[in-house]
């Protein structure tokens, strides 16, 4: 058995759709299970529709767009509407309670977003059925899969392992399941975060003993760099779990970091392939023991604030460092640390929390100031702190761009630098030079 998962931009409008049925139906002696998020964008415009706060009727009417749109596809393929007709009455109920006044919880929003996949997995399923593949459209929790209920970014619970085992086992034909979302055990709608899917993907393939988990995206594979910064980015043949794991740390966007533990755990190779290249091998995430000290890639990270924080002499530095970490905690703001030397610690915030208020309390007791607009550049690849000279040849080939600051590795498998984010092309085409060639 093998899991296809395929993203939003595969299953975009009605020909890709029609394509991805016939990459499936190519695997089919691999006896797939299919997990689908919905059609691409589509997540978005849900959101906003029931964020929408025009005047009465405004998200009902919206909603009506996004209805059309999939009305659209089904009959481009040939498919009858009645085969989301239940989804379409209930996501248009959800929009008129909406535009009644009721209020947008976290909870209702969930259950709101659920209809992207929830369409697209019928959608998909009439269309393998369609080109004689008998296949099955499953809410992932009527297939079992529970989870706690922090609703936005909800927990598998253990016991949806042997639900999903024992589920999909009595299905007839290819099952095609809802990436995103679950279920809370008081049976209410709950979604795993954005970009849900792959976690959903991995879950499947842990609880169900897969031979791969297949990730079907739009690039060969993971790249050399982005392939849209460095056009002569190349595919990687092979990464470990550990690589992947750091390459999405640190600014890369091919999987869900959530969708790699399931799989890993359970040492299930994980391949990223190309839904408009299927002939490519794409790349191989396993546990690689033997792999031998090397750059992978290099990875960026934009829109990042750099901290510096020096302490007054008085508190130790353990009792400094804590309260600093405590603050940000406090108020939900994750942090990087990037180094700590002498009583000064820098870290780095996503430019997109406001971090004044905690900037003018620290300022009470320490001197702070932060640097705007940077960017984080990292190498990341195996054994990588092994490499002779590796720092050196780190600095060498960024000689002619400015590095406000060098980080201390947090691992063996990473080295970064900080520039300014206007330098931030310029540095990774020039280490992708470096390490890559031209
Ligand atoms: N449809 C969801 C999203 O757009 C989940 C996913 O695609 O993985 O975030
Ligand atoms: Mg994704």
Redesign the pocket.
Known sequence: MIIMKF??SSVGDSSRIAKVAQIVKSRYLDSPVVVL??LHG???NLINTAKSSEESGSRVLRAEEIIKRHHTVLGELGLSNELIAEEVSQLRKEMQELDSGKQLTLQVLDKI?SF??RMSVRIMAGCLSSIGMEAKACDSFDIGLITDSNFGYADILPESYNNIRESIANINGIPVVT??IGKNKEGEIT??????????TSILGAALGAKEIQIWTNTDGVMTADPKVVSTAKNIRRLSYAEEFELEALGANTL?PRGIKPAMDKNIPVRILNTFNPEHKGTLISNCSRLKSRVASITYKNDINVLSISAQKTASEGEFIERVLGLFAKNNIPVNILSIENGNLALTVDEKYDVSAIVKELGKSAKVTMKRNMAQVSLVGNKLGMMPGISETLSESLNRIRVEMIPQPTSEINRSVMVKEAHMVKAVRMLHNTFFGK
């Open positions: 993203g939003g998020s919905a589509v997540t978005d977003m992207g996949e990436g995103f979604t795993m975060g954005r970009g849900g899917s792959d976690y959903t869900n």
